[in-house]
Each structure stands twice: as C-alpha cells, then as structure tokens.
C-alpha cells in the first residue's frame, strides 16, 4: 500500500461512523430543544405575572384617587344605565394613567362609544402590559355583530379580565336600558366597588385574571371595552368562576391561560397568585366573591 493510500484511509469516514454521529446530534438536540422551550415559557410566564402585578398596582393607585375601584365598564345612555355599552370604556382603560399611560389615555373619547371612529386608533393600540407573551391570541382582531357573522368592529387584543364573580357574565346579555348588571365580584356595570365592601378579605379576593382561550376557537378579549351591539361583547373584558380554570367545558366567559397547570390572578391587595386547575370549584367560587362571607384559607 502506498503513502497515498495509506493517507486517504486516516482521513476517511465510514458509513456507519457518520450514522453514529447523526444519531448522536440528533439525540442532543432532541435533550436541548425541551429546555430551551421551558426556559422561554419561564421567561413569558415571569412576564405574565409581572403584568398583572404592574395592573394591581395601579388598581390601588386609581383606588387612592378615586375611593373606588374602576367600573367593570360605564355604559350611560340618556342619563340611564345602558347593557349595551354606549360608553363602554373598561376597567382596563380607566387605569391607564396608573401605568404610565397617560398620554394615549387622553387620546380615549370617553363621550362616544368605543367603536366610534373618533376611537379607532386608540381601541387598536396594542398594549404590552395587556398581553402576555404566552397568549397565541392575534393582536388585533374583529368583532361581529350580535348573533351574526358580519364584521363590524375591529379592536386590539387583550390577555386579562376583570373577575365579575360567581354569577356568569352571560346573564348580561339582552338586558335592555335600565336593567341592572351588577354581580358579587369586583367589576360589572358602573360598578364602584371600594376595598372597604370587600369584606371577605383583599388578600383572598380575586380581582384579574388570564382570559386567553385557543385561536381555533375564535374567541378573543380586549382591554378596550364592550363595543355595542358587538357579539358577547361584555364576555371580552369581564371573566366569571363559572368552572375551574382550563377546564374542558370552558366558555368565552370563563379563566384560560396557555400556562402548564392552571392561571394568574391578581388578589385584591395587588398580589399575583397561580391559581391551579385543580382548586376545588367551591373554593375558587368564593374567591371571586368579594362579600359572601366566605372563609377562604388555602387555595
């Protein structure tokens, strides 16, 4: 054998040599690409939490200022409490100035309906401290109108909503003016709940909360407010403890997140807790009670 050949053989591979190689590749990309993704959703899940930190903060500062929290929504039509959201600015919007929005907050025309054109650029701003990294959810989106699939208004999209309580937001659907739209929860209709009503306790009160559900259903939320005449449109800002969280009869009025294992909530004293799937639904009930005398020691 030659010094050519001899040469050539030392620097060659085999067949199986470079399988074994590939195998292995394969097999540490396989290990490091899971761990990469749980780092990432640790990350958006870190930011998550920090958003709804950042918005129970701000609900006590607008609390401060105005002896109340926010209303879930105000909708006044001729002087009258109106279901259907003439003025339909939410909770979200009114605490815009606590999170350092108030610039774009004074670009909101609260003496039209949200849906007005006079608002199309402020109802399609997207806020980052209203989404969480982990929502799949569009940014922006259309509603249609009740009952319908024609396309009526397009809005920005939202992760969080307000904990109107035990009763299902459903229920608010059709009231006419006039009909009340009240609840046991922390926002609903030109409601102006003080800390002082919640008497089951601020720290085991359930104010906010994930309301993210899967793009093939179609269901987005919205920091905006109710657009009226919109389909569900109070569903896309207010949330109810109807079931568990991600539990699989969930509806578009009920807690959701992309999160392993259940939701953040902000409590009542500007605290964020995990709230698990598998709380017991009594308890998880009478968290989103803000005065049944119910006593709520671990959840």
Not at 30 to 42: D, W, Y
Not at 154 to 168: C, H, I, P, R
Request: include cysteine.
């Amino acid at each position: 054998m030659n010094r050519r050949t001899m040469q050539r053989t030392r620097n060659g591979f085999t067949l199986i040599e470079l399988l074994v190689v590939i195998a292995i590749i394969a097999v540490l990309i396989g290990l490091l690409l899971p761990a990469v993704q749980q780092a990432r959703e640790a990350a958006r899940r870190s930011q998550c939490r920090n958003n709804l930190k950042q918005i129970g903060l701000a609900l006590h500062s607008y609390h401060d200022s105005n002896n109340a929290l926010p209303p879930g929504w105000f909708g006044i039509t001729a002087a009258q409490p109106d279901v259907n959201g003439l003025n339909g600015w939410s909770w979200s919007a009114r605490i815009l100035p606590q999170l350092e929005g108030s610039p774009f907050f004074k670009t909101l025309n609260f003496n039209v309906k949200v849906g007005d054109p006079m608002n199309a650029t402020a109802r399609l701003t997207v806020l980052p401290y209203f989404r969480c990294p982990s929502d799949l959810a569009p940014e922006r989106w259309t509603i249609n109108a009740a009952g319908t699939a024609t396309p009526m208004t397009d809005v920005a999209g939202a992760s969080y909503a307000g904990v109107f309580g035990k009763d299902e937001v459903d229920d608010c659907d059709g009231l006419g003016p006039g009909s009340p739209c009240s609840s046991d929860g922390a926002f609903f209709l030109n409601s102006a709940v003080r800390f002082a009503q919640v008497r089951d306790g601020l720290s085991t009160t359930l104010m906010v909360g994930e309301h993210q559900t899967r793009p093939a259903s179609g269901w987005y939320y919205t920091w905006s407010g109710v657009i009226a005449g919109g389909d569900r449109a109070i569903v896309r800002i207010l949330g109810d403890t109807d079931v568990t969280p991600n539990h699989d009869d969930l509806h578009l009025d009920e807690f959701a997140s992309y999160h392993n294992g259940g939701c953040h909530f902000t409590m009542g004293d500007g605290s964020v807790h995990f709230v698990a799937n598998t709380v017991n639904l009594s308890v998880y009930r009478n968290l989103s009670s803000r005065a049944g005398n119910d006593v709520v020691n671990e959840f």
